[in-house]
């Protein structure tokens, strides 16, 4: 079982910049591929970016390639999101998941689906002022 919380919300201006964390309890952190998606107010959750377990391999959405950087430290059992260049259409509920221990994927799609993630946080808010 992997409990996840997320932390680094807020409001901050178009450009400006944040850094999301979410921590996971567990001892199985480390063989687990990581992502985050967001929901917008009116809308579905989609994906942002995710890491894998085995070589820390990165996959970005096409509308933050670029602008956030995913990263993860297995020492301390946190994965982090640092998001620059903030735009008003960023604002969302951010959420971080995690896959089951051990799984390998070998195709990028396949980290972009939630179903393929079995442990979510609660998610943190992040508000861009245009």
């Known amino acids: 079982q992997v409990q996840l919380v997320e932390s680094g919300g807020g409001l901050v201006q178009a450009g400006g910049s944040l850094r999301l964390s979410c921590a996971a309890s567990?001892?199985?952190?480390?063989?687990?591929?990581m992502g985050w998606f967001r929901q917008a107010p009116g809308k579905e959750r989609e994906y942002v970016a995710a890491?894998?377990?085995?070589?820390?391999?990165?996959n970005y959405a096409d509308s933050v390639k670029g602008r956030f950087t995913i990263s993860r430290d297995n020492a301390k059992n946190t994965v982090y999101l640092q998001m620059n260049s903030l735009k008003p259409e960023d604002t969302a509920v951010y959420y971080c998941a995690a896959t089951r221990p051990g799984i390998r994927y070998y195709l990028s799609t396949n980290y972009q689906r939630m179903s393929n993630y079995d442990y979510w946080g609660q998610g943190t808010q992040v508000t861009v002022s245009s």
């Open positions: 567990g001892r199985t952190f480390s063989n687990c591929n």
């Open positions: 890491i894998s377990w085995s070589d820390d391999t990165t």
